[in-house]
């Protein structure tokens, strides 16, 4: 130790020299120690929210796991983790062979059923034509049935009318037989009295009302006839109406089957074709798509392998194909404990700090939340959108999520650098001419910007942006004006 003490010694005159004039004298010396310079800044009325920290998750707008819903091997794989895909892109095929094989077969079945369909329908227009058919024969032998009953009438008044004149007919003659024997006899008798053509004109009138006797028996016995004819016409049709009526009867139950075939026809044609759209949209499934723009995150098979189908279970899990999620807008998912639950209302502002991105705020409002509370952690879930376009917010991501549950309108805020705890008492450094003022006031909320005062402290007041610097009450400052 003792070589190092001229050395000192030598020393000591550069490092007084070195030191600021202020250090080389003693109070009793000379110049004080330089005042520090701050920054000021006046208080100001306006808004603040009471915020709770809890700790929070990054979660994908979407997301969504593609499972095949048939079984089938991996004819193609079009993408892979970390691929950015649109709407409806191409993420695999499967190759299914069985299912093509059905589909041709369910093909094949709608065919035929289209065909006995048309089979069916050509049946019943067929027993519809002979039902019209029928009915017109009905209409037919109606028709000839009343022309029948009207030739009877007909008939029967020509007979009826030709009988009723027979009588004065008969009398005519017999009144003309008589009045010819008398002038036969007045001739014979008395010549000169009854001239021959006396006779001849009672001759005459006798033999023509024994025609006419002759022409009314000849009408009324062809009257008579004709009336037996209508008669049997009228029967023939009437026979003709009942053979025609049953045979329209048969032919509408054959129109009634006929209906009943198209309808089980235009059923078997239902089935097929739901069958044929049911096969279609399982071969659908064949082709694996996004169904929404994201990032492939996951990719679970390779080209070739076997894929079985996504039923139930842990079969569920090998169908898995891929994991596609959109975190273009992101959910920030925090669970908020039961104190603080109802509080919480859409529209609240949030604030996200995360570990991986040291020094960056990212801010929302709350979007939505459960509205009750999960029994287990006795928590109320509530998220928060917030856009990424640059995706630096990473799905899986911890976060330390404040939730501004409460809010003050209208009061005394100053900047929270001004603001100086000691265990549970607030100050604030005033400046008061030239000096450094320590001054107790009673704070409410915090949001981490701004503190609220309630009292203590003028609202004039200039109060030191403290920050990280020591002050002591009554120390001498240069005041800056700040913000």
Do not use: C, W
């Amino acid at each position: 130790m003792r070589p190092i003490r001229p050395i000192l010694l030598l020393a000591l005159p550069t490092l007084l020299t070195a030191l600021p004039a202020h250090a080389q004298y003693g109070p009793a010396g000379s110049a004080a120690p330089t005042a520090p310079t701050v920054r000021v800044a006046t208080p100001t009325r306006g808004n603040v929210h009471r915020f709770v920290a809890q700790p929070g998750t990054i979660r994908p707008l979407q997301q969504a796991t593609l499972y095949a819903r048939v079984p089938g091997y991996v004819r193609s794989i079009k993408v892979d983790k970390g691929d950015a895909v649109k709407p409806g892109q191409l993420i695999a095929e499967l190759d299914a062979p069985e299912l093509e094989a059905d589909l041709a077969r369910a093909k094949g079945e709608l065919t035929k059923s289209r065909s006995d369909a048309a089979r069916a329908n050509a049946d019943l227009a067929k027993a519809q034509a002979e039902v019209a058919r029928g009915q017109a024969d009905i209409a037919n032998a109606a028709a000839l049935a009343h022309q029948s009953e009207a030739a009877l009438f007909a008939a029967q008044a020509t007979a009826a009318r030709a009988q009723a004149e027979q009588p004065k007919a008969q009398a005519e003659l017999e009144l003309a037989t008589l009045d010819h024997a008398r002038l036969v006899e007045g001739r014979r008798k008395a010549p000169d009295l009854v001239v021959p053509a006396q006779v001849d004109a009672s001759k005459a009138k006798l033999d023509t009302t024994r025609a006419q006797i002759g022409v009314l028996k000849a009408a009324a016995e062809a009257a008579a006839a004709d009336a037996e004819a209508a008669k049997a016409r009228r029967a023939a049709a009437d026979s003709t109406i009942k053979a025609v009526a049953a045979q329209a009867e048969a032919t509408k139950a054959s129109l009634a089957a006929a209906r009943a075939a198209l309808a089980a026809a235009h059923a078997s044609v239902t089935v097929a074709e739901a069958n044929v759209k049911r096969t279609e949209s399982l071969a659908d499934f064949t082709r694996l798509a996004a169904p929404f723009a994201g990032i492939v995150t996951a990719r679970f098979v390779d080209l070739g392998a076997f894929v079985p189908a996504a039923t139930a279970g842990g079969a569920a899990q090998s169908a898995a194909v891929a994991t596609v999620m959109d975190f273009n807008t992101v959910r920030v998912q925090v669970a908020v404990t039961e104190l603080e639950a109802a509080l919480v209302a859409r529209g609240q502002p949030v604030k996200v700090a995360l570990d991986g991105l040291p020094g960056k705020t990212f801010e929302g409002t709350v979007t939505r939340f459960a509205g009750a509370l999960d029994e287990a952690t006795r928590t109320m879930l509530v998220e928060a959108e917030l856009p990424n376009p640059g995706h630096a917010l990473r799905p899986g991501m911890y976060a330390t999520v404040r939730v501004g549950v409460e809010k003050h309108t209208d009061v005394m805020l100053v900047p929270s650098e001004s603001l100086l705890m000691e265990k549970a008492n607030a100050f604030v450094f005033v400046a008061d001419g030239g000096k450094a003022k320590k001054t107790p006031v009673k704070i409410g909320f915090n949001d981490g910007a701004k503190v609220e005062v309630i009292s203590g402290l003028a609202e004039s007041a200039k109060v030191i942006l403290v920050g990280k610097m020591t002050l002591a009450d009554g120390q001498v400052v240069n005041v800056q004006e700040g913000k």
